[in-house]
T-cell receptor, first 114, second 111 residues
Framework: DTAVSQTPKYLVTQMGNDKSIKCEQN?????MYWYKQDSKKFLKIMFSYNNKELIINETVPNRFSPKSPDKAHLNLHINSLELGDSAVYFC?????????????FGPGTRLTVT | GEDVEQSLFLSVREGDSSVINCTYT??????LYWYKQEPGAGLQLLTYIFSNMDMKQDQRLTVLLNKKDKHLSLRIADTQTGDSAIYFC???????????FGTGTRLKVLA
């Protein structure tokens, strides 16, 4: 059983397009995250939702808009894609009821903007 | 600043021990974590340590924590080729749910 899943795994698109990445977790967690990993493997948090409420919103262009329809899903929509958006995007989840706040990651979505 | 620092590269011979170091930034962090990322995959939680502990051992993994120096290390005993990956430390400052990841250490195990 996949704990945190993302679709699509690969996404190739042209500059200026709008695209979405979807994430689902079946762990019963109440908090979900989006991270961006660049070509040097640096991992930066972008957003976090707790019980569908935005709790972390890092300095990210407003072309990026997260949406959480329910606790198990967190989607990321990107408008007007730019070359610099090319990266691997990871979804993750954790539970605030878990004393050690362990985070579980999805397999990633490799976005390539041409 | 918010940078959690790690050495970028480490190369060891199969069977040797590997030690990956991390300097974190926030002394309020209650838990500190080690993750492993294999090529083309997401991050996998390896282990974590509570801030009131100095050491935690989990099979081949030993985590050492020096709170005074804000220094965390991961020792892998009897390193195998399957341990080749990027290893990230992470902290979560108290009162936030924001994980701050280190720069990652790429471990290469030579046969």
């Amino acid at each position: 059983d996949t704990a945190v899943s993302q679709t699509p795994k690969y996404l190739v698109t042209q500059m200026g397009n709008d695209k979405s990445i979807k994430c689902e977790q079946n762990l019963g967690h109440d908090t979900m995250y989006w991270y961006k990993q660049d070509s040097k493997k640096f991992l930066k948090i972008m957003f976090s939702y707790n019980n569908k409420e935005l709790i972390i919103n890092e300095t990210v262009p407003n072309r990026f808009s997260p949406k959480s329809p329910d606790k198990a899903h967190l989607n990321l929509h990107i408008n007007s894609l730019e070359l610099g958006d090319s990266a691997v995007y990871f979804c993750a989840s954790s539970s605030t009821g878990d004393s050690s706040y362990e985070q579980y990651f999805g397999p990633g979505t490799r976005l390539t903007v041409t | 600043g918010e940078d959690v620092e790690q050495s970028l590269f480490l190369s060891v011979r199969e069977g040797d021990s590997s030690v990956i170091n991390c300097t974190y930034t926030d002394s309020s962090s209650t838990y500190l974590y080690w993750y492993k990322q294999e090529p083309g995959a997401g991050l996998q939680l390896l282990t974590y340590i509570f801030s009131n502990m100095d050491m935690k051992q989990d099979q081949r993994l030993t985590v050492l924590l020096n709170k005074k120096d804000k220094h965390l290390s991961l020792r892998i005993a009897d390193t195998q080729t399957g341990d080749s990956a990027i290893y990230f430390c992470a902290e979560m400052p108290s009162g936030t749910y924001k994980y701050i990841f280190g720069t990652g250490t790429r471990l290469k195990v030579l046969a």
